[in-house]
Structure formats: structure tokens, C-alpha cells
């Protein structure tokens, strides 16, 4: 999780998609960590835009499915 701002600027938005990992974990602790990357922070840049956000949240995933 606190490698997820690199992640972002490396491979980029349109390569990751919200997921969570089964039934051990709260998708809502799992979607919190992609929303924490809406918030300002001195130790990570740039801030994740509203249109990098929504591909993350289903852009992605409808890409690959072929749903766009």
C-alpha cells in the first residue's frame, strides 16, 4: 500500500484496477487506499486526478472486458 503512489507513476492509471483480496479483507479498507491517494501529501506527487481516479475504480477493468 505505501508503494501504491510509485506503482501509479510507473506503470500508470490505465495499467492498475481497484481490487480487493477475497473475503479476508473489507473492499471499503481496500478502496480507502486508492482515495487516500486523492489527498495532498509533501511526501508523494502529483495528487491522483478525478479521471486517473475513475479509471483505477472501473475504467481499467472495463477496458480489459471490452465494456468500452
Not at 13 to 27: M, Q, R, V, Y
Request: proline share 6%; net charge negative.
Amino acid at each position: 500500500y505505501t508503494d501504491l503512489d510509485r506503482a501509479l507513476q510507473w506503470a500508470g492509471p490505465e495499467k492498475i484496477t481497484f481490487a480487493s483480496d477475497g473475503h479476508l479483507f473489507s473492499p471499503l479498507v481496500e478502496k480507502a487506499k486508492i482515495d487516500t491517494l486523492r489527498l495532498y501529501s509533501p511526501h508523494r506527487l502529483p495528487v491522483l486526478s478525478d479521471d486517473d481516479y475513475a479509471t483505477i475504480m472501473g475504467g481499467t477493468m472495463a477496458r480489459l472486458l471490452g465494456l468500452t
